[in-house]
């Protein structure tokens, strides 16, 4: 401690010099040292030298965080009493009668209180400080996997020694080519290939042929994967206009051959960059969880031993293959043999499949071989959801909307909900109310069955923020809760139906705001992709969730929300 009597003390030479004044008031045989008298001195005659170290305005924020803090406990603990879901009303006094259980949730309420605290801290820090600083993501190099960083004349030009690819053809509505391109993508990653993601192909969608890059943020999925990938755009310009003429050949496993019996022959998403794909059989590979989908496991032991795979592109040459199954023609009738191959197929001049890139017609029907996950933690894991699997885990959950896509959802929320920022979008719960050709594929799922999925799901929501720790899974990081319960939480719902049908006013009649594209002209202002994406994402932003059974739209929204929110999931059960 200094000797100069202007020297600025700190707090704790001023407290310990209190603290040594104390206790010599105490202990009077103790000499003061001259030290402490000087400070002493200090302290009676300037009382600036205090007021520079406890100073109003200092006061005055400790009282507001105290008095903030004292606040946020006892509205913690009226919430988490009120929580209970045994509590009954509190009948009037005079009744002789109690709260039931009151007592159980007392004791409950330091763990609540304990997790409300800490989730509103959170929160708290999110809204100052979560947006203080975006995330540069630098994504791949694409010299360092290509041997050009522009589309070329060919594909077989941009290929690099040393370097092996996979590509597949889009199949399906979007949320079919998103799956497809998230399997193809964890077989890149399986056998140390790097990913040519097809072209999106506008399937029950008024646009044209895009990148996937035009809704999701590729940057950001090679850094949080890493799995190389890139858009096959990038590698080979496409043909709006198919104005030139295909000028090259790919061999292409036919996944979809080997599972529904014929090959995927709508090649828009190769057709686009002028290429032609020749369908190769696979031979007889094991499957996968469910019995139907080839196993990845299996594919990958198919490419990783050449010398079988050669020796098998020889035999289809040689027999013929694949034949009609209806009969059976002699191997020593080679023209008999011919006219009987599968529709095409043309095994004996078609392109074969190379070593340096693997294509397949369709990833969608790859599956994976799963175990029960052992337990050995001692909070329990939250169920699977459906869709849920090993290419999903470790790949789809990094295929996150771009910058773009999320803020055209934050656009659409503020005005769904009249709010004027992002911050002040209420909690709300997302139901997927599919309808469109459900009505011949499953029939079409009563309203009924999804309000007793939101019950569901709002129940076993409402148990996660009265015990936000008593879990574990994959989504703990990001839920967050937001001082209310569960069935005040806003119902959002997206849906194929026209919104001026009978089905949407019994929706509407619920409370449940329902998205409205023509309402909003999503499509006229921002292109025909929009309203399907807008509806994904906004899925994609529920506390929890409900979707519809055998949806795949459903299923990555779900999967969304499990993994990048925390939330529950419940599927609405014809």
Same mark, same amino acid.
């Given at each position: 401690?200094?000797?100069?009597?202007?020297?600025?003390?700190?707090?704790?030479?001023?407290?310990?010099?209190?603290?040594?004044?104390?206790?010599? $008031?105490?202990?009077?045989?103790?000499?003061?040292?001259?030290? &402490?008298?000087?400070?002493?001195?200090?302290?009676?005659?300037?009382?600036?030298?205090?007021?520079?170290?406890?100073?109003?305005?200092?006061?005055?924020?400790?009282?507001?965080?105290?008095?903030?803090?004292?606040?946020?406990?006892?509205?913690?603990?009226?919430?988490?009493?009120?929580?209970?879901?045994? @509590?009954?009303?509190?009948?009037?006094?005079?009744?002789?009668?109690?709260?039931?259980?009151?007592?159980?949730? @007392?004791?409950?309420?330091?763990?609540?209180?304990?997790?409300?605290?800490?989730?509103?801290?959170?929160?708290?820090?999110?809204?100052?400080?979560?947006?203080?600083?975006?995330?540069?993501?630098?994504?791949?190099?694409?010299?360092?996997?290509?041997?050009?960083?522009?589309?070329?004349?060919?594909?077989?030009?941009?290929?690099?020694?040393?370097?092996?690819?996979?590509?597949?053809?889009?199949?399906?509505?979007?949320?079919?080519?998103?799956?497809?391109?998230?399997?193809?993508?964890?077989?890149?990653?399986?056998?140390?290939?790097?990913?040519?993601?097809?072209?999106?192909?506008?399937?029950?969608?008024?646009?044209?042929?895009?990148?996937?890059?035009?809704?999701?943020?590729?940057?950001?999925?090679?850094?949080?994967?890493?799995?190389? &990938?890139?858009?096959?755009?990038?590698?080979?310009?496409?043909?709006?206009?198919?104005?030139?003429?295909?000028?090259?050949?790919?061999?292409?496993?036919?996944?979809?051959?080997?599972?529904?019996?014929?090959?995927?022959?709508?090649?828009?998403?190769?057709?686009?960059?002028? @290429?032609?794909?020749?369908?190769?059989?696979?031979?007889?590979?094991?499957?996968?969880?469910?019995?139907?989908?080839?196993?990845?496991?299996?594919?990958?032991?198919?490419?990783?031993?050449?010398? &079988?795979?050669?020796?098998?592109?020889?035999?289809?040459?040689?027999?013929?293959?694949?034949?009609?199954?209806?009969?059976?023609?002699?191997?020593?009738?080679?023209?008999?043999?011919?006219?009987?191959?599968?529709?095409?197929?043309?095994?004996?001049?078609?392109?074969?499949?190379?070593?340096?890139?693997?294509?397949?017609?369709?990833?969608?029907?790859?599956?994976?071989?799963?175990?029960?996950?052992?337990?050995?933690?001692?909070?329990?894991?939250?169920?699977?959801?459906?869709?849920?699997?090993?290419?999903?885990?470790?790949?789809?959950?990094?295929?996150?909307?771009?910058?773009?896509?999320?803020?055209?959802?934050?656009?659409?929320?503020?005005?769904?909900?009249?709010?004027?920022?992002?911050?002040?979008?209420?909690?709300?719960?997302?139901?997927?109310? $599919?309808?469109?050709?459900?009505?011949?594929?499953?029939?079409?799922?009563?309203?009924?069955?999804?309000?007793?999925?939101?019950?569901?799901?709002?129940?076993?929501?409402?148990?996660?923020?009265?015990?936000?720790?008593?879990?574990?899974?994959?989504?703990?990081?990001?839920?967050?809760?937001?001082?209310?319960?569960?069935?005040?939480?806003?119902?959002?719902?997206?849906?194929?139906?026209?919104?001026?049908?009978?089905?949407?006013?019994?929706?509407?009649?619920?409370?449940?705001?329902?998205?409205?594209?023509?309402?909003?002209?999503?499509?006229?202002?921002?292109?025909?992709?929009?309203?399907?994406?807008?509806?994904?994402?906004?899925?994609? $932003?529920?506390?929890?969730?409900?979707?519809?059974?055998?949806?795949?739209?459903?299923?990555?929204?779900?999967?969304?929300?499990?993994?990048?929110?925390?939330?529950?999931?419940?599927?609405?059960?014809?």
């Amino acid at each position: 401690m200094s000797d100069d009597p202007a020297h600025d003390y700190t707090e704790k030479e001023l407290d310990d010099a209190m603290a040594y004044l104390d206790s010599t $008031r105490r202990r009077s045989s103790i000499v003061v040292p001259s030290w &402490a008298k000087r400070l002493t001195a200090n302290l009676s005659s300037s009382y600036r030298l205090v007021d520079r170290k406890v100073n109003k305005s200092f006061l005055a924020r400790r009282a507001l965080l105290f008095g903030a803090l004292a606040l946020i406990l006892f509205l913690t603990i009226i919430t988490s009493l009120a929580a209970d879901d045994n @509590v009954q009303p509190v009948q009037p006094v005079g009744e002789a009668t109690v709260e039931k259980g009151i007592l159980d949730t @007392v004791v409950k309420a330091p763990s609540r209180l304990k997790g409300a605290v800490k989730e509103w801290g959170n929160l708290a820090w999110d809204k100052a400080y979560g947006a203080e600083k975006e995330v540069v993501y630098q994504g791949l190099d694409q010299l360092h996997v290509m041997n050009f960083d522009t589309p070329q004349e060919t594909v077989k030009m941009q290929l690099k020694d040393g370097v092996r690819y996979v590509t597949s053809m889009a199949y399906g509505g979007h949320a079919n080519q998103f799956i497809s391109i998230q399997k193809m993508l964890y077989f890149a990653k399986l056998t140390n290939r790097v990913g040519i993601i097809p072209t999106l192909t506008p399937v029950h969608i008024d646009g044209l042929p895009t990148d996937i890059s035009s809704f999701y943020d590729l940057d950001r999925f090679y850094d949080e994967s890493g799995i190389p &990938a890139l858009a096959f755009s990038s590698v080979k310009a496409m043909d709006y206009a198919g104005e030139k003429p295909q000028n090259e050949h790919l061999g292409c496993w036919s996944i979809q051959e080997a599972t529904v019996g014929f090959p995927n022959r709508e090649a828009w998403s190769f057709d686009l960059h002028d @290429v032609w794909i020749d369908h190769w059989a696979l031979p007889p590979l094991l499957r996968g969880l469910g019995g139907f989908d080839i196993a990845f496991d299996a594919l990958r032991m198919f490419d990783f031993d050449i010398d &079988a795979k050669n020796r098998w592109i020889n035999k289809v040459r040689d027999e013929l293959l694949p034949q009609q199954p209806e009969q059976t023609v002699s191997m020593d009738d080679p023209e008999a043999r011919l006219k009987n191959v599968k529709d095409g197929f043309w095994p004996k001049i078609a392109q074969a499949p190379e070593d340096q890139i693997m294509c397949f017609d369709n990833t969608l029907f790859l599956g994976p071989v799963m175990f029960h996950e052992a337990f050995t933690g001692e909070l329990p894991t939250e169920p699977g959801v459906p869709g849920e699997g090993t290419s999903w885990m470790e790949v789809g959950r990094y295929l996150r909307f771009n910058k773009r896509v999320e803020t055209l959802a934050d656009e659409y929320l503020m005005r769904l909900f009249d709010v004027a920022t992002p911050a002040r979008i209420p909690p709300f719960i997302t139901i997927h109310l $599919r309808r469109g050709d459900f009505k011949e594929f499953t029939g079409f799922t009563p309203l009924e069955k999804y309000q007793e999925a939101l019950a569901r799901v709002q129940a076993a929501l409402q148990r996660r923020l009265e015990d936000p720790y008593g879990w574990q899974g994959p989504g703990r990081a990001h839920f967050r809760s937001h001082g209310i319960r569960a069935d005040q939480y806003a119902i959002v719902a997206t849906s194929d139906e026209a919104k001026d049908s009978d089905f949407v006013k019994e929706v509407k009649a619920l409370g449940w705001k329902v998205l409205n594209h023509e309402e909003q002209e999503t499509k006229e202002k921002l292109g025909g992709w929009f309203p399907t994406m807008l509806d994904a994402a906004i899925l994609a $932003r529920g506390e929890s969730f409900v979707g519809t059974d055998r949806s795949t739209f459903s299923h990555l929204a779900g999967l969304r929300v499990k993994y990048w929110r925390g939330g529950l999931v419940e599927t609405a059960w014809r």
